[in-house]
């Protein structure tokens, strides 16, 4: 019994730890201090401790000589494999769902899109993300393939984490996402082979990669910048 609560309180840890990592509460390079960890969640170190392992599993969190836990850093060569691979498997499961879907699930997904608009005009960046989150599980939710999909949400959950590890909730790529999403919808709506939707849907995910890896590139360089050219605190 001990052992399953000390199992439960870890694994809540970890959710409330991966949660402010995805919101950039947390940020890349973040020393992650156990005893203050814990205060904050109202818990023994123990579950905090194992939390922060599990982080390390998922490759969230890295240990370093004389430094300890910290958020791990974000590296876009390693981020652009982990995209280029869940855009396979995402092509993947939107192809094997293709014969399954019907048109309420269209319905339902271009629902999702003329939100995405609305957001994307008023500057609702991280409803813009949630809505767009929505559009791509609805149209992959009829995979038969149980496997793909647990694989393939997993690994979106890992993504959104590392991204909001640097980033925090941020535009994503505004200019042709809506238009593609439609694009997509129009497939399914005239039955376009199996292999057109996956190669398609694949690479919409890699346009939103580079487009991504641009802004991180020009957001990355702006923050050394400005830290060059802040005084000097021990000065």
Same mark, same amino acid.
């Given at each position: 019994?001990?052992?399953?609560? &000390?199992?439960?309180?870890?694994?809540?840890?970890?959710?409330?730890?991966?949660? &402010?990592?995805?919101?950039?509460?947390?940020?890349?390079?973040?020393?992650?201090?156990?005893?203050?960890?814990?205060?904050?969640?109202?818990?023994?170190?123990?579950?905090?401790?194992?939390?922060?392992?599990?982080?390390?599993?998922?490759?969230?969190?890295?240990?370093?000589?004389?430094?300890?836990?910290?958020?791990?850093?974000?590296?876009?060569?390693?981020?652009?494999?982990?995209?280029?691979?869940?855009?396979?498997?995402?092509?993947?499961?939107?192809?094997?769902?293709?014969?399954?879907?019907?048109?309420?699930?269209?319905?339902?997904?271009?629902?999702?899109?003329?939100?995405?608009?609305?957001?994307?005009?008023?500057?609702?960046?991280?409803?813009?993300?949630?809505? &767009?989150?929505?559009?791509?599980?609805?149209?992959?939710?009829?995979?038969?393939?149980?496997?793909?999909?647990?694989?393939?949400?997993?690994?979106?959950?890992?993504?959104?984490?590392?991204?909001?590890?640097?980033?925090?909730?941020?535009?994503?790529?505004?200019?042709?996402?809506?238009?593609?999403?439609?694009?997509?919808?129009?497939?399914?709506?005239?039955?376009?082979?199996?292999?057109?939707?996956?190669?398609?849907?694949?690479?919409?995910?890699?346009?939103?990669?580079?487009?991504?890896?641009?802004?991180?590139?020009?957001?990355?360089?702006?923050?050394?910048?400005?830290?060059?050219?802040?005084?000097?605190?021990?000065?």
């Amino acid at each position: 019994m001990a052992e399953h609560e &000390s199992s439960s309180k870890a694994m809540q840890a970890r959710n409330a730890i991966k949660r &402010s990592i995805a919101s950039g509460r947390l940020h890349a390079g973040q020393r992650l201090v156990i005893s203050q960890l814990a205060r904050e969640l109202r818990m023994s170190p123990v579950p905090v401790r194992e939390a922060i392992r599990l982080l390390e599993s998922e490759g969230l969190v890295t240990f370093s000589h004389n430094v300890g836990a910290q958020v791990t850093d974000f590296r876009p060569a390693e981020y652009r494999h982990m995209m280029f691979t869940l855009a396979v498997l995402e092509g993947a499961a939107v192809g094997q769902a293709a014969p399954h879907v019907q048109q309420r699930t269209v319905d339902e997904a271009r629902f999702y899109n003329r939100h995405l608009v609305d957001a994307l005009r008023a500057g609702r960046f991280a409803e813009a993300n949630r809505l &767009s989150t929505l559009f791509h599980r609805v149209i992959y939710r009829d995979c038969p393939n149980e496997y793909l999909l647990r694989t393939l949400n997993e690994g979106w959950a890992k993504a959104a984490a590392v991204k909001g590890a640097v980033f925090g909730l941020l535009p994503g790529r505004v200019d042709g996402l809506v238009e593609e999403h439609e694009r997509l919808l129009q497939l399914f709506e005239r039955h376009a082979p199996a292999d057109e939707i996956e190669t398609f849907t694949r690479a919409h995910r890699l346009r939103n990669t580079e487009a991504f890896l641009r802004y991180a590139r020009q957001t990355l360089q702006q923050r050394r910048e400005d830290a060059a050219d802040a005084p000097d605190a021990s000065a």
